[in-house]
């Protein structure tokens, strides 16, 4: 049967990632970090490396993550009994609280524990250092192996015997109920000294204090107690998974061209820093954490921008998560993609791009944050500074959008939308930013984005505002409107516009797609998850709790069995589509979750 995107797990250091799937294969690993060449990817290509740990025999698997962790637990059921494995990308011993995963050693450890009856076991490790274009020479070392060649050298440690042929790592055991068997991979540069072998004390020491430590951060961060509660604190978790920790910069997502439509090009990598996602991942750990990373996050941009916000051109929109600005993008022509579905593409030419509407997304988030932050020092005010003064100047320039169209530039409505929150929020920022004559200056040219948006964004014809100024095509980011604060959810213009996406710019379960314009790209896509959160998010505003409670319990409904949701949800079959976990989605999840929890609160006390 052909894979899933919804077969995978998650596993993070909070530097690198992982994608286990059902059938107990890791399929996709990139280490030391998030954007670095995959050492598996069987996820993009059947010959581009995986480690398999499951039973050398029929099975059916149950999945969880660890109360509180993104440690997985899998239960592998056999006729002759049940196994289950332990998987996690470990903290350095002792990581704790907001400090999880800035010292990570890169090392993923699995834990077989027998459960019941006895099980015979396998496993099948391929390591393929460079997205599958090496295949290193391997070698035994005691009950371990080491091998080398490529950009990562692997040392395996287990606790059972290992057979070694060319490339490819294997080994068969038994474990019977109450019995363990360990192993770890430790990834390495091959010009580093070698590390040692782990034993199993140290393997099952460093699994002890992965999984204290992200207990340690839910219990210091997840505070919310509304709505969704374990939604809410599970998608901070996953928020949490995908930051880079030594910067405090935030990946979209930690995979690179899983498809938007299975057989499609709409393939992108995904693994950098967005200053859009990365911002509103930040507002949405406000919900459902309390970040103490809010410095470290304002600080990243800071120093990634050089410090200079507008040197002659706009703010870069997505950054490596060291602050990197080159992002090349190119096609790897020897992978097929997932299900056939290519090209394979690695970085992103939207690093280029002009998108005007990140003044806006870094001014919310800092606004937001302003207690986390502080008193501001000179560097990040001049920062703050900047991004006012240069959403100001620059606002009546076209752009590409949110949503990063490919085609030519134009005055998109969110991009204008966010000018003004940029806007906003300098102004309620205040004298912590600039004096009070540089104030009233972003006051009123706040107000003169009002008026163009008033003017030129609202279509007669439509009924609703729309994608861009002049046009006539519904776009769900005009749901930001409300969302935004830019007017309140019982304006006229707000109720038409929702009700549009609602009734036009939706499939037959409710889910809201993008736009359904031609964008210059061929092929299609799927319903845009974190659309239909923002929907659910505006029902919500506009009073109608059950409305926003019916569309969130559809689209949560979606989510695999570990509670991902990707990027994009299938029209026809409900299969996630896109890059997995998504940040976007989660924080949907997150915001969508809060306003329902708060409008049900009003409500009651009405």
């Given at each position: 049967?052909?894979?899933?995107?919804?077969?995978?797990?998650?596993?993070?250091?909070?530097?690198?990632?992982?994608?286990?799937?059902?059938?107990?294969?890791?399929?996709?690993?990139?280490?030391?970090?998030?954007?670095?060449?995959?050492?598996?990817?069987?996820?993009?290509?059947?010959?581009?490396?995986?480690w398999?740990v499951?039973?050398?025999?029929?099975?059916?698997?149950?999945?969880?993550?660890?109360?509180?962790?993104?440690?997985?637990?899998?239960?592998?059921?056999?006729?002759?009994?049940?196994?289950?494995?332990?998987?996690?990308?470990?903290?350095?011993?002792?990581?704790?609280?907001h400090?999880?995963?800035?010292?990570?050693?890169?090392?993923l450890?699995?834990?077989?524990?027998?459960?019941?009856?006895?099980?015979?076991?396998?496993?099948?490790?391929?390591?393929?250092?460079?997205?599958?274009?090496?295949?290193?020479?391997?070698?035994?070392?005691?009950?371990?192996?080491?091998?080398?060649?490529?950009?990562?050298?692997?040392?395996?440690?287990?606790?059972?015997?290992?057979?070694?042929?060319?490339?490819?790592?294997?080994?068969?055991?038994?474990?019977?109920?109450g019995?363990?068997?360990?192993?770890?991979?430790?990834?390495?540069?091959?010009?580093?000294?070698?590390?040692?072998?782990?034993?199993?004390?140290?393997?099952?020491?460093l699994?002890?204090?992965?999984?204290?430590?992200?207990?340690?951060?839910?219990?210091?961060?997840?505070?919310?107690?509304g709505?969704?509660?374990?939604?809410?604190?599970?998608?901070g978790?996953?928020?949490?998974?995908?930051?880079?920790?030594?910067?405090?910069?935030?990946?979209?997502?930690?995979?690179?061209?899983?498809?938007?439509?299975i057989?499609?090009?709409?393939?992108?990598?995904?693994?950098?820093?967005?200053?859009?996602?990365?911002?509103?991942?930040?507002?949405?750990?406000?919900?459902?954490?309390?970040?103490?990373?809010?410095?470290?996050?304002?600080?990243?941009?800071?120093?990634?921008?050089?410090?200079?916000?507008?040197?002659?051109?706009?703010?870069?929109?997505?950054?490596?998560?060291?602050?990197?600005?080159?992002?090349?993008?190119?096609?790897?022509?020897?992978?097929?993609?997932?299900?056939?579905?290519?090209?394979?593409?690695v970085?992103?030419?939207?690093?280029?791009?002009?998108?005007?509407?990140v003044y806006?997304?870094?001014l919310?988030?800092a606004?937001?944050?302003?207690?986390?932050?502080?008193?501001?020092?000179d560097?990040?005010?001049?920062?703050?500074?900047?991004?006012?003064?240069?959403?100001?100047r620059?606002?009546q320039?076209?752009?590409?959008?949110?949503?990063?169209?490919?085609?030519?530039?134009?005055?998109?409505?969110?991009?204008?939308?966010?000018?003004?929150?940029?806007?906003?929020?300098?102004?309620?920022?205040?004298?912590?930013?600039?004096?009070?004559?540089?104030?009233?200056?972003?006051?009123?040219?706040?107000?003169?984005?009002?008026?163009?948006?008033?003017?030129?964004?609202?279509?007669?014809?439509?009924?609703?505002?729309?994608?861009s100024?002049?046009?006539?095509?519904?776009?769900?980011?005009?749901?930001?409107?409300?969302?935004?604060?830019?007017?309140?959810?019982?304006?006229?213009?707000?109720?038409?516009?929702?009700?549009?996406?609602?009734?036009?710019?939706?499939?037959?379960?409710?889910?809201?797609?993008?736009?359904?314009?031609?964008?210059?790209?061929?092929?299609?896509?799927?319903?845009?998850?974190?659309?239909?959160?923002?929907?659910?998010?505006?029902?919500?505003?506009?009073?109608d709790?059950?409305?926003?409670?019916?569309?969130f319990?559809?689209?949560?409904?979606?989510?695999?069995?570990?509670?991902?949701?990707?990027?994009?949800?299938?029209?026809?079959?409900?299969?996630l589509?896109?890059?997995?976990?998504?940040?976007?989605?989660?924080?949907?999840?997150?915001?969508?979750?809060?306003?329902?929890?708060?409008?049900?609160?009003?409500?009651?006390?009405?």
């Amino acid at each position: 049967m052909d894979p899933r995107i919804a077969d995978y797990a998650l596993l993070s250091d909070c530097q690198g990632s992982a994608l286990v799937s059902r059938a107990g294969s890791v399929d996709w690993c990139c280490l030391p970090r998030f954007d670095a060449p995959s050492v598996f990817a069987r996820l993009l290509g059947r010959d581009a490396g995986h480690w398999v740990v499951a039973p050398d025999a029929e099975f059916t698997t149950e999945r969880s993550y660890l109360d509180q962790t993104m440690v997985l637990r899998t239960v592998f059921r056999t006729a002759t009994g049940a196994v289950a494995v332990t998987d996690a990308l470990c903290f350095a011993i002792g990581e704790r609280e907001h400090h999880i995963g800035r010292a990570a050693p890169h090392v993923l450890v699995r834990h077989v524990e027998g459960v019941t009856g006895h099980v015979a076991m396998a496993t099948s490790l391929a390591p393929r250092p460079g997205y599958g274009l090496t295949v290193p020479l391997a070698a035994a070392d005691g009950t371990g192996a080491r091998t080398r060649g490529g950009p990562r050298a692997c040392t395996v440690s287990s606790t059972v015997g290992l057979d070694i042929d060319a490339g490819h790592i294997t080994g068969r055991f038994i474990v019977e109920a109450g019995a363990t068997e360990l192993f770890a991979l430790q990834l390495t540069s091959p010009w580093a000294p070698a590390p040692h072998l782990l034993t199993g004390d140290d393997m099952k020491a460093l699994l002890a204090s992965t999984i204290e430590g992200w207990r340690s951060w839910s219990a210091l961060h997840q505070r919310y107690d509304g709505s969704y509660r374990d939604l809410v604190h599970h998608s901070g978790r996953v928020l949490q998974a995908l930051t880079y920790a030594p910067t405090g910069a935030v990946v979209a997502a930690p995979t690179a061209s899983l498809p938007e439509a299975i057989g499609g090009e709409r393939n992108w990598d995904y693994r950098y820093c967005w200053v859009r996602d990365a911002s509103l991942t930040l507002g949405a750990l406000w919900v459902a954490a309390c970040p103490d990373e809010a410095a470290d996050f304002v600080n990243f941009f800071v120093t990634a921008a050089g410090g200079v916000t507008d040197a002659g051109a706009a703010l870069q929109i997505l950054y490596g998560v060291e602050g990197e600005r080159y992002i090349p993008e190119h096609t790897l022509g020897h992978l097929e993609g997932f299900r056939n579905s290519a090209p394979v593409r690695v970085g992103n030419a939207a690093w280029s791009q002009r998108q005007l509407d990140v003044y806006g997304e870094l001014l919310d988030a800092a606004c937001l944050l302003a207690e986390q932050l502080g008193e501001l020092d000179d560097a990040m005010a001049s920062f703050l500074r900047g991004l006012a003064d240069a959403a100001a100047r620059r606002w009546q320039e076209p752009d590409q959008g949110i949503w990063e169209v490919r085609g030519g530039p134009r005055h998109f409505l969110y991009s204008k939308l966010l000018c003004w929150v940029a806007l906003d929020r300098a102004v309620r920022l205040g004298s912590a930013l600039a004096s009070q004559a540089a104030v009233s200056a972003w006051a009123a040219e706040r107000d003169r984005i009002r008026g163009a948006i008033l003017e030129h964004g609202w279509s007669d014809t439509a009924g609703a505002f729309t994608q861009s100024f002049g046009s006539d095509v519904l776009d769900a980011s005009a749901l930001m409107v409300p969302i935004l604060g830019f007017l309140p959810p019982g304006d006229e213009r707000v109720r038409a516009t929702v009700e549009a996406v609602a009734e036009r710019l939706t499939d037959g379960r409710g889910f809201v797609f993008r736009y359904l314009a031609d964008d210059g790209l061929p092929g299609g896509e799927g319903t845009f998850t974190i659309c239909t959160f923002w929907l659910a998010h505006c029902f919500a505003l506009l009073g109608d709790v059950d409305r926003a409670r019916s569309l969130f319990d559809r689209v949560v409904s979606h989510a695999n069995d570990v509670g991902l949701l990707s990027e994009e949800i299938d029209p026809v079959s409900g299969e996630l589509l896109g890059n997995f976990p998504q940040a976007f989605t989660h924080i949907g999840l997150v915001n969508a979750a809060w306003a329902i929890d708060q409008a049900a609160r009003a409500t009651s006390l009405t």
